[in-house]
């Protein structure tokens, strides 16, 4: 839920409440998922080298996290004096993200379980050909009907129970992966938490880049506009 808020209302707040300039609010976003990505591998190695423990590995990583994690949450939504210079404003912000990131690398939608279920009586290849199936359409659909607000609702929950779908299936395959690497290679032990660990690495790093990209769009389009 956290990670939801985050991705639609981060970029808003910051530039509507704060009021920073969106090249600012690229740098924050992007820089801060690119240290997410870089802590998770970082992360899963002390996790995979830590000791084994009465009630696991993760419990004490997550019991220790969690407290700073929800400090930097609520620091992160709240607003500075007017009178903060820019500069601060942007390393506030960047290290209260940067920092919450680091704290939620050792922590589903309501259609997961579906599609889980999907997986599991119809096979992987058959759930993504739907998924993709259903949310192309829908996303094309949406640019069409942003004046029926019923209908846009629909098409918002279509493409957001499809690509469901396309979170759950690489997760999905990653224990597939790492049982086939064990057995290929036998001598290398407790590397479950890197595979797991690159893998958010990658996808957190390429959503970063994107979010950043289409906030400096944004700031080329005031712009433009501004010259007009």
Not at 107 to 135: D, E
Not at 218 to 227: E, F, K
């Amino acid at each position: 839920m956290t990670g939801n808020a985050l991705g639609f209302f981060l970029q808003i707040f910051l530039l509507d409440v704060v009021q920073l300039e969106p090249f600012h609010v690229s740098l924050i976003i992007f820089l801060g998922r690119a240290w997410d990505a870089v802590t998770d591998p970082a992360v899963g190695f002390l996790v995979s080298k830590s000791p084994r423990r009465k009630y696991g590995k993760l419990v004490p990583w997550i019991a220790c996290s969690m407290p700073f994690g929800v400090v930097c949450y609520c620091m992160m939504w709240s607003t500075l004096s007017d009178a903060t210079p820019t500069s601060l404003k942007f390393l506030w912000y960047l290290l209260m993200y940067s920092f919450f990131q680091t704290c939620m690398t050792v922590t589903a939608s309501l259609s997961i379980p579906f599609w889980q279920w999907f997986l599991g009586r119809f096979g992987k290849k058959t759930a993504a050909s739907l998924g993709l199936a259903l949310i192309i359409p829908a996303l094309v659909a949406i640019t069409q009907v942003m004046h029926n607000f019923l209908a846009f609702i629909f098409l918002v929950i279509v493409a957001g129970c499809s690509m469901a779908v396309l979170y759950l299936l690489p997760w999905s395959m990653l224990p597939d992966t790492v049982d086939d690497f064990m057995l290929r290679n036998p001598s290398c032990l407790n590397l479950e938490a890197l595979f797991y660990s690159f893998y958010v690495f990658f996808n957190k790093f390429a959503g970063g880049l994107a979010v950043g990209v289409s906030t400096l769009s944004l700031q080329h389009q005031v712009q433009c506009g501004s010259r007009e």
